[in-house]
């Protein structure tokens, strides 16, 4: 059989399609079937699912080896070597996570965000900020070299919760090149008390750009 695509939606039709490449019967899949009701279904293929996942090289493969620690049994060691490895997916939300439910160090998440290049390395940063007190100047670096997710959002956050300049999260949005500055502009008016006419600005030069 054809091996089957990693998308970046792991959903159940996904599923079927792994479990049936996996060699497992997929008609034992229901609807409402999550990770954890999958691994007690079909235990004799989470090796299986393991050598998928670290080997494909499409989707979310980095989320992928989170829920399978977090929900099928497979070892902490295991997903942070694959979630350090993968180049696509999101890997930096990946180890957030791998952070808040899976026992990571701080320190690793850190590294691994810092070198993200997919997904949203900003925001995870500072989550990290938020959650587990990583520096601010740490995820204040990571906001300002984001070229991916939404470093406007993160750096109107940052402004917000952990004191960071103004003309430092004015700096950011000014320069963003993806995610959607022009909110983040327009919440900077609401609480930083950035100008309204600044405001007005971002969203004329940003016109059409959300989500890019």
């Known amino acids: 059989m054809r091996r089957p695509v990693c998308p970046n939606d792991l959903d159940i039709a996904f599923a079927r399609r ?5 060699g497992g019967d997929p008609s034992k899949i229901e609807d409402d079937d999550c990770w954890e009701s999958l691994a007690q279904k079909f ?4 090796a299986a699912a393991e050598d ?35 180049k696509t997916g999101d890997q930096a939300s990946a ?27 900003a925001w995870a940063a ?5 959650d587990f007190g990583s520096p601010r100047w740490w995820a204040e670096g990571v906001i300002e070299r984001a070229t991916v997710g939404d470093p406007a959002w993160a750096a ?3 402004c917000c919760d952990f004191g960071s300049d103004r003309e430092w999260a004015e700096g950011v949005i000014g320069h963003a ?25 971002m969203a004329r030069k940003h016109a059409g750009k959300e989500g890019e």
């Open 18 to 22: 792994l479990v049936r490449y996996l």
């Open 43 to 46: 235990p004799e293929l989470i």
């Open 52 to 86: 998928y996942f670290a080997s494909t090289r499409t989707g979310d493969p980095a989320w992928a080896a989170y829920r399978m620690c977090l929900d099928c049994g497979s070892t902490r060691g295991w997903a942070e070597g694959l979630i350090r490895r993968t």
């Open 95 to 121: 180890a957030y996570y791998m952070c808040i439910y899976c026992g990571s160090a701080p320190e690793w998440a850190e590294a691994v965000i810092e070198r993200a290049r997919t997904g949203d390395p």
């Open 126 to 130: 500072y989550r990290m900020c938020r």
């Open 156 to 158: 109107y956050f940052m």
């Open 177 to 201: 090149k993806t995610g959607d500055p022009a909110r983040a502009a327009r919440w900077m008016c609401r609480g930083p008390g950035s100008d309204r006419e600044w405001a007005r600005g």
